[in-house]
C-alpha cells in the first residue's frame, strides 16, 4: 500500500469513526446538550474526512484542490471554538454564534476565486493562527477565572482536581498546530498524522469531560462541601437559605443541580435521610 491509498485508508476510517460517535451520541436517551454539541462537531469532522477521501485520493498532486481543501478545513475553528467555550459556559454554542463566525471566512473564499494565488492561502493561515490564539487566550482566562472561584470559596480544601482542564488546552493547541503543518508540507504522511492524532485527540478529551462541564463541577462541589452539610448541621433552615448559602443564585438551579448529582429532590433527600 502506498502513501496516498494509506492515506485515503485513513481518512475513510476517521469518517467512519465520527460518523459512528455521532449516530451514538445523538441516540442517546438523556443526550445531554454538551453531548449534542460534541456530536453536530463530529459531522462536521465525518465530512471534512470523507471530502478529503473523495477529492484527493484520485489526484493528490492538484494545487488547486489542496488550497480549497485548506479553505474548507480551516473552519474547524468553529467547531473548536463552540466546543471549548460551552464547556466552561453552558448554552454558548448557537447556530447564530457559528453563522456569524462563518461569516468571516466568505471574504477569503471571495478573494480566493477571484485571486487564485498561494498568497491568499498563506494570509487565510496566519489570519486563522491570529484568529485561534486569541480565541484559546480568551477562554484560558475565562477557565481560570472559574478555578480562582473554587480556591477562593472552597479554601478548606485541599484536593480539588481542575487538572482536565489541560487536557482541554492540549487538545485544542494540538489539532491548530497539527493542522498548521498539514497544511504548509502537503505530504500523504503529513495527512495520515492528522487524521491519527484528531481521532486520538478527540477520544482522549471525550473520556475526560464528555459526561460533565466546568459548571456541573462547580455545582456538584457546592452540594459536596457546603450544601450537605449545612442540611446536617442545621435542619431548620429553608431550602431557600441553604441554596443562597451554598452559592446558588436560584432555588430552581440548585434543585437541578441537586437532583442530577444525588438523583432525588433536596426534600425528598431531607426525608429519606430525616435531617
Given at each position: ?15 467512519a ?14 443526550c ?9 462537531i ?57 453563522l ?38 480568551l ?64 477520544q ?30 442545621h ?41
Amino acid at each position: 500500500m502506498n502513501e496516498t491509498a494509506f492515506s485515503g485508508f485513513l481518512s475513510g476510517f476517521a469518517t467512519a469513526y465520527f460518523s459512528l460517535h455521532a449516530y451514538q451520541l445523538l441516540r442517546r436517551e438523556n443526550c445531554s446538550r454538551l453531548q449534542k454539541v460534541v456530536a453536530v462537531i463530529f459531522v462536521q469532522w465525518a465530512l471534512f474526512n470523507l471530502k478529503d477521501f473523495i477529492l484527493t485520493f484520485p489526484d493528490y498532486s492538484n494545487s488547486t484542490v489542496q488550497d480549497c481543501l485548506t479553505l474548507i478545513d480551516g473552519t474547524a475553528l468553529i467547531g473548536y471554538t463552540c466546543f471549548i467555550y460551552e464547556l466552561i459556559h453552558p448554552r454558548w454554542a448557537t447556530w447564530h454564534k457559528a453563522l456569524l463566525m462563518l461569516m468571516a471566512y466568505v471574504p477569503f473564499i471571495v478573494l480566493y476565486i477571484l485571486w487564485s494565488d498561494s498568497m491568499v492561502i498563506r494570509c487565510y493561515m496566519v489570519c486563522l493562527f491570529v484568529a485561534g490564539t486569541i480565541i484559546f487566550l480568551l477562554w484560558l482566562w475565562r477557565a481560570r477565572q472559574y478555578a480562582m472561584y473554587i480556591r477562593e470559596n472552597y479554601s478548606n480544601i485541599d484536593e480539588i482536581d481542575i487538572s482536565w482542564l489541560g487536557v482541554v488546552a492540549v487538545f485544542f493547541v494540538g489539532c491548530q498546530l497539527i493542522w498548521v503543518v498539514i497544511s504548509i508540507v502537503r505530504h500523504p504522511l503529513t495527512d495520515c498524522l492528522y487524521y491519527l492524532s484528531s481521532i486520538i485527540l478527540w477520544q482522549i478529551t471525550l473520556e475526560h469531560i464528555l459526561h460533565t462541564t466546568f459548571y456541573d463541577y462547580v455545582n456538584s462541589l457546592r452540594i459536596e462541601k457546603k450544601t450537605l452539610p449545612l442540611m446536617e448541621e442545621h435542619p431548620e433552615y429553608t431550602l431557600e437559605r441553604i441554596a443562597s448559602e451554598s452559592g446558588f443564585q436560584s432555588i430552581s438551579t440548585f434543585r437541578r443541580s441537586f437532583q442530577k448529582l444525588k438523583g432525588v429532590t433536596p426534600s425528598e433527600y431531607r426525608k429519606i435521610n430525616k435531617l
